[in-house]
């Protein structure tokens, strides 16, 4: 079946304007990860849902990011007043189940540059 | 200190080889262990999940040393296919769901 889609799969964005990256996770997965890679380091957590509820979200580094999932499917992560320290591969995930360790399926990201 | 702490390398082998990549932890508390693995600009991709009495999928076998907070993971009889960067990954504070990774160790296989 279809695996983890994100989109735009690139995005360049002049400083201070505001982006938002979506993901669509496998269909029927209650949970749903947003991660920050940057080169040569592994995948950054940022935040979790939990079907439409947000569990955790300790790793957004500031209040320009936020998250949103309203119908518990597709995901958005928005980036306001962009900065060029956010530039990055931001990566979503999700998995089958919302308690207990269970594999996370990655999607292929989106990759923003902001100049 | 890090997290999760992995040696980077490259860890350059011939096909065939065995090669063996160690991770360290620094949440006593954490409960899950993985290695996933990540090739050039794709995504990570779980390789295998890591249990306490050791665990083995094929050529790969991975170890966990709770008391050293210590994970290990061997390849037995490299192929050119095993060439990618491979995470450590641990859970951390607040639950199984937020996982934590390292930054990968390099791996590249050669003929």
């Known amino acids: 079946g279809a695996g983890v889609s994100q989109s735009p799969r690139y995005k360049v964005t002049k400083r201070g304007q505001d982006v938002a990256l979506r993901c669509d996770p496998i269909?029927?997965?209650?949970?749903l990860y947003w991660y920050r890679q940057a080169l040569g380091q592994g995948p950054e957590f940022l935040t979790y849902f939990n079907y439409e509820a947000q569990q955790d979200k300790s790793g957004l580094p500031n209040d320009r990011f936020s998250a949103e999932r309203p119908e518990g499917s597709i995901s958005t992560l928005t980036i306001q007043r962009t900065e060029q320290r956010d530039s990055a591969m931001y990566r979503c995930?999700?998995?089958?189940?919302?308690?207990?360790?269970?594999?996370?399926?990655f999607g292929p990201g989106t990759r923003l540059t902001v100049t | 200190r890090k997290e999760v702490e992995q040696d980077p390398g490259p860890f350059n082998v011939p096909e065939g080889a065995t090669v063996a990549f160690n991770c360290t932890y620094s949440n006593s508390a954490s409960q899950s262990f993985f290695w996933y693995r990540q090739d050039c600009r794709k995504e990570p991709k779980l390789l295998m999940s890591v249990y306490s009495s050791g665990n083995e999928d094929g050529r790969f076998t991975a170890q966990l040393n709770r008391a050293s907070q210590y994970i290990s993971l061997l390849i037995r009889d490299s192929k050119l296919s095993d060439s990618a960067t491979y995470l450590c990954v641990v859970n951390g504070t607040g639950g199984y769901n937020k996982l934590i990774f390292g930054a990968g160790t390099r791996l590249a296989v050669h003929p």
């Open positions: 269909s029927g997965h209650v949970s």
């Open positions: 995930a999700s998995s089958p189940r919302g308690q207990g360790a269970y594999e996370q399926y």
